[in-house]
């Protein structure tokens, strides 16, 4: 992709906006009202399907050039989106058979969006046909500066429609190449499972299935919408010079590598709330790390969301700010709101936005104009400088829909991914987010927990390496258990962890309810949780031990400190309390020579190095409580131009763009 | 309608039966036990359409002129019910297409009643002839008083057969006249829902569908049940002379004003329990204001409801008393029990009833009795009077509807109108509840919470000139805000508010969690909860401001009283404590030259007036306390001769007939 | 049946095992540690038919005769299971008719188990021929112990496949012979639900039904499970002399008297845990009393359950043990873990079992062993004696199913069957539990918990007969208020209690609020809940009466004394507390003689007597505290030679096995 000199500079501070929804007239107050906030991008056309193509083969532009002209002469941005999401009543009209199946054999209706199967060839000529037509009416418009193909493609359950199922087949025999190999590696003698041809396989529908069909069908449906955007790509490439991305939305078993292969830009939607601001960072380390181009917080909301109702309270003043400027803090060139103004009508007529229905401002409309406000003076240091980090944590949709389909024991979730990134977030560390197949020889220390196959991507080998290398690898739990299928290994606990560290695994126990005890090897007590993986303690140093519980148990390990080659393996074979984790990561950050502890409360610390200078981005998160942050020599605030010696402390929701 | 010249005279005190269900034989022994308890009408034939009509065509009613002759000759009257809502199963056979179908396409199976659609022409035609039929056989009976309709009819989500889908687009088409106001008015730019013609529109299935569907959809179904009814009516009137009505259930969408237009009887069914006792007040006060004619409570439990399972414990003693009476003290001239004697067997063979299935009196016959004696003695007061009063109280289908399909807000629904009704029934108000068409001009003081639109029948030109012309009226929260189609305002919150009153909406806040602080203007707290409308403070008077939430809403008013032309408009930005719209029920009383106070404790009264003199009928309905009813003046008790001055105390569960 | 003589003896410790799943080369292994573990039976083959059966008729048993030959070689007995309950894939391919088919109409999927229906031809035919493939091929090995036909056959709605629903109006037309009769019975005028011939009879899907169609269901479901198993055993009794069982779950509804009629041996499957370890007592006690051979335990957990996860937490240690040993104590020969080895892969690959999928031991192992060597040592008592008792306790398959679809009242359900068998556990009783027909003149003490309808197999007249001749009988509540179809008594109450008796009901009251006080005449309060049976205080002496709740009520009795020719009729009216209904079992057993109160805390006492002599076999098995025994002489342990004279103290989870 080669990148096409436009009009305008990051960071973008932007919105959808629909004006298909509303009379043509009201559009020169929207804007004026835009500048009013400090919005500079627009993201558009995302729906518009029908307006730009009212019957079939008939495209209607007319309108949108109007609107993106008339943006663009006001210095705003546009970012076009490819309109599949939501296909026109006449498509399924002419073709029925483009419409999702659930598993009862149930059609979707029209009448809302994304009810469209990624695999129907009517659909798909159709959504390629109006990506063509949009991108070479569009392709030399100076205004439009990025495009988003098709918004948040993603299905729970899938698709079960007769395309799907035959693709399922053949998509197992690519796979797998014969049924024999099927069959063995998903263990099918058992239950008499075993089918004869691919064709003769189940989807996950009507009967208990087995855990390797459901991942597989998990995998089959997301390769399915990863291949439909492929294409949508490939045809936008051919004309546009922009960058393409797909909006997606928060960890949801999607592979986004995979995804964003042939892709320039991620994009990204989140809707969170102080409740569960933290994990917000999370998604930031990991998108981050996927593409070299600084990546676009395509959607959030300014207050609330809402479709016939809203579900949440006020939030606390302050909070659209923190969550606006937070996406730029941490890798981003771009935070755009969900959405410029309520819709009058329709499906989501109660959602928060920046102008109201009535096109009155919302109580936040100061908190955007300060948003702008702050940009405006960091863009600068933003545009110059990147997120530099020597911490890593592993992430990987396979595990993520692994534990989906068999999550182990009552209580394991992938929810619990957050709550291990929580204690590095209050550790004051930053790490790297990335998946299997990201090479790991540019961090001394990294994270892995619930990565349950070790098997993709070459992953196992090159943390062989990179330990014996001298890496710091925190490891466990529910990591390395599982092959690449999601089976067990038959005669041995883990796929390699033994091996690498020589610990000898002797039981795995449930306990959810605290029937287990167990101490640090000093005396403390330690509160692990859900699951333990109980060690011989002699293998590898024992850091955590079992006072009670069973007599088959007493006196084990189940946490261990190993020293393999130059490098050192912390195996955790328990959910560790917050605290306790806090002293693992404290004890991993001495060994890898990483700073530990530069912060204090909530606050989020972004070091970022570029030819910008260099410095470091600093927020309270929690809206509730000051905070600190540590650092040597001086540093200044360019928001306020204050200068800051050895430590800055933080108000509620404060923000400091703080430069060496 | 002609009202025939009967037998009997009311008030009655009915029961269900069903003489279909036993042996012939038992019969006697049944009339001689109702002529014990004291029940003088009897509500038969309304499921019994097999027995009726064996076989298509025909027919066999000597059975039940048997019946209602033994009924008849001992004196107690008879309610006859057409049976549609049991079809034989005869009727299913030889058509099929007569079953409802659920929005997964799968048709109803015979064995429970309701199955099928009223949209039917099969099920229509046959209906009609059995009503046809039993008019013709039963129109100069002269123990017959009068006709209930089908039973109960309402559905949830509705029939999604062929015949109603077709039918849809027959609806929308005659609503919207062309596809592009439909487009137009739904704003089905959005999503590229448009459509092209009404064949396309989608019934609500299978996908996420916009509020104005749903809207729509809902009337369609309810008014689907209307026409059927009025089918039925216009067969009925042509045979007979006595009041022909339809047994309908609490507040459910369906608009009972329009479905009774055609009928001559407002008949009700309830269950409440001494929970929720209040919620039967409200409906019997507005039951009063459709129909001239007094309404007859049809159903009602002595003790307890049941199918295969009691779902409640013992009432306690009096709560049958109450319930009884209470109905004939709102306006009612009847009220029956559901059922006379529990089934032997089938569906609801643990109801709650008069007779226990083996024949002996349930615990609650001496209560029975008691009701039975008190009606007697107050008979000749009730006849000859009516309810009067000066206030009344908004409520209509469409709102319940839109409510339904667009609650604005998480916890917003509506049970909401319970909570503003009970604080009018504590301050000792008699109000009338009435639909969007009532004449407002013989009030002085009207409560419109929940009136989302106000777009119907004229309702929002007829306010306006009514509060100018010197009515006081308390409004909001949640009314005035939507169109008829359920559409926000484009350049507005509200559809007249502001312009009638001049207040000035600034923004509309969700809040559950009573992040919002909020006072009195007299320095008092205030609360209120789930949303608040934030005004500028100078609009009005500000009675209620915000002390706390977010900088830009503080100080900010969410209650404010308006002075328009002769009138007042006090405006409700938010759900009052009970306490607090006790205060403003005050206020507005005060305004309204309106007594407040008149009652303390769970005390109703209903003001009476009429050629038999002028009085109150009075009764505590809590059970658990005493208390008070204060009125100027001298009135004696008809129950029991005694005589009250100036106030009158109740013990729990007491009732008193009051006269002048 | 004419049992073989083989090669080994009871008492059996054994193990489900699943060679199919694992490579031919694991087998010595999982041998080697059998034995080690003290195992002496395998189950296998239950889920094998595609390893048996590669395609139709090609029949492949080498590889198990393998197995056999490998296991009976090594001391260790087999069970061999026949495969129904997984068809493979090629049988639902040539007929995809086999599949159950839900109320929806929608067919099941392969990839599970049970999806078949027990009454398709072509289901049935070939499991038939597999079934006598089988037993041909093993008829004569003297390695094979036992067989065991399909597994945990059940279905909770049932299968509305074609051939489920011809069959049903089949089953009808059997049962009420016209279709008159069967109007009548259910009393179809109610909701003109009447047939005109079986054909039209609904099954019970997409309406509200009736419960007598509703039990009916449940009964013919039920039936063609048991036509199903039936089938398959005259197949099996046509070749093998060793017996043939199949194993079932915890009471469900199935009638397991019937379905054992053609079979040798109860097989059953529980996975109970400490929470509800006293259920199993109940269920033991009930197995011992259908079929003279005694009972095999035939899947029990050795610590958790789980498919995809864990479902429980770590076990007290003991548990195992006791939970091993229990269905020995209470009348089996044999105790069998499910699972011997964790699958590798597949649905159950979390499930607690001997050996970990990789091989390794479990933390129980020991207790496995444990139990393995108390086997040993107690083999000969247990072999040479039998269960012995004088108290029994009514259960039957049809009160079940009429209690699922007419619970009478919110909160009572087939659960509460453990409520009243615990006090009785408590006082140190052994009932025998005991269906309709089993025979009552051995038992001086009968205990009759909702029993709702005693029309079945002539207990009505059984229990009058033995009540005058001198049994003690505790009945109710919830006994003998239906007749056989599930309907109510038109004239009276009860079937015959009253009539029994002389007592005199006059109301049923709900109550799961405590409205109702009452007291033991002694003056002592009385807890009962949910349900009262009111009497006329003196019919039969009054034992608890009603102190407070309606004024119709006060006074009255709920729980009667009567003396009835030479024996008692303890008539509860009501579902006492756990201390009220341990003093009314202290007082029935006075009156029939029989000791009471003979344990303290949670023992269970199995007394036994036979060839090998008498003694008693006792165990501690709340785990948490310690319990005594008392009995009169003295007695030894078999399992530690240790002598014990008139009381025995044990340690939570002790075992002792006693002999005189």
Not at 197 to 215: R, S
Not at 406 to 414: A, K, R, W
Not at 450 to 463: I, Q
């Amino acid at each position: 992709m080669n990148e096409q000199k436009t009009l305008f500079r990051p960071p973008y501070l932007g919105c959808a906006y629909y004006p298909e929804d509303w009379d043509e007239s009201e559009i020169p107050y929207d804007i004026s009202m835009m500048k009013k906030a400090g919005i500079n991008c627009a993201r558009i056309a995302e729906f518009a399907w029908h307006k730009m193509e009212p019957a079939p083969g008939k495209f209607e532009f007319g309108w949108l050039h109007h609107v993106v002209n008339q943006l663009g002469e006001n210095g705003i941005a546009v970012v076009l989106g490819t309109p599949s999401a939501t296909p026109p009543r006449w498509l399924s009209k002419i073709y029925p058979d483009v419409m999702q199946v659930n598993a009862n054999g149930i059609p979707m209706s029209h009448g809302g969006r994304r009810h469209c199967c990624s695999n129907n060839p009517h659909y798909v000529e159709y959504s390629l046909r109006i990506a063509e037509a949009m991108a070479k009416e569009f392709a030399d418009d100076p205004y439009v500066i990025g495009w988003q193909i098709d918004n948040e493609i993603y299905s729970f359950d899938g698709c079960f429609c007769p395309e799907c199922c035959g693709r399922f087949a053949e998509y197992l025999r690519e796979k797998y190449g014969d049924i024999e190999t099927l069959n063995a590696r998903w263990n099918l003698n058992l239950f008499s499972q075993a089918y004869d041809c691919f064709e003769d396989v189940a989807q996950p529908k009507n009967a208990w299935h087995n855990p390797h069909l459901q991942l597989d069908w998990k995998t089959f449906q997301n390769d399915s919408h990863i291949h439909f955007v492929h294409k949508q790509a490939e045809v936008l490439h051919r004309y546009v010079k922009v960058p393409v991305g797909t909006d997606t939305m928060p960890f949801n078993g999607m592979d986004y590598g995979k995804l964003n292969e042939k892709l320039d830009v991620i994009q990204f939607n989140h809707y969170n709330d102080p409740q569960n601001h933290s994990n917000v960072v999370l998604w930031f380390d990991y998108l981050r790390t996927i593409l070299p181009h600084p990546f676009w917080n395509t959607e959030t909301q300014t207050c609330w969301n809402g479709s016939v109702a809203i579900g949440q309270s006020i939030k606390p003043e302050g909070f659209c700010r923190v969550n606006s400027f937070m996406p730029l803090a941490l890798g981003a060139e771009a935070n755009m709101y969900w959405i410029w103004r309520t819709h009058w009508a329709g499906h989501e007529l109660t959602h928060g936005s920046v102008l109201d229905a009535s096109g009155r401002p919302m109580h936040i409309f100061g908190e955007v104009q300060d948003t702008a406000e702050m940009i405006k003076k960091s863009a600068e240091f933003i545009n110059g400088t990147r997120v530099k980090t020597r911490v890593a944590f592993h992430y990987d949709s396979i595990n993520w829909n692994m534990m989906l389909t068999q999550p182990v024991v009552g209580g394991m979730n992938n929810d619990r991914i957050n709550e291990f990134y929580r204690p590095l977030l209050d550790s004051g560390l930053r790490p790297d987010v990335i998946f299997s197949e990201k090479d790991v020889s540019g961090y001394d220390l990294i994270f892995s927990p619930l990565m349950m196959t070790m098997e993709k991507g070459g992953l196992s080998d090159a943390m062989k390496k990179w330990v014996k290398d001298g890496g710091t690898w925190v490891v466990g739990p529910m990591t390395d258990i599982r092959n690449i299928d999601g089976a067990r290994y038959q005669h041995k606990p883990f796929g390699m962890l033994e091996e690498l560290t020589g610990a000898k695994w002797l039981y795995g126990i449930p306990d959810a309810i605290g029937a287990v005890k167990t101490a640090w090897t000093d005396g403390d007590d330690f509160r692990g949780n859900l699951w333990y993986d109980i060690f011989e303690p002699g293998s590898g140093a024992a850091l955590v031990t079992v006072k009670e519980g069973h007599s088959a148990i007493n006196g084990k390990a189940c946490v261990l400190d190993c020293t393999v080659g130059k490098g050192h393996v912390i195996i955790l074979g328990t959910v560790p309390s917050h605290d306790d984790l806090m002293k693992i990561i404290s004890r991993a950050c001495a060994y890898a020579k990483v700073p530990c502890g530069t912060t204090e409360g909530a606050v989020l610390a972004s070091p970022r190095v570029g030819e910008a200078g260099e410095g470091v981005i600093v927020m309270e998160y929690s809206g509730s409580n000051p905070g600190v942050y540590h650092f040597e020599g001086t540093m200044t605030d360019i928001l306020t131009g204050k200068s800051y010696t050895d430590k800055a402390e933080l108000a509620p929701y404060e923000i400091l763009v703080l430069k060496k």
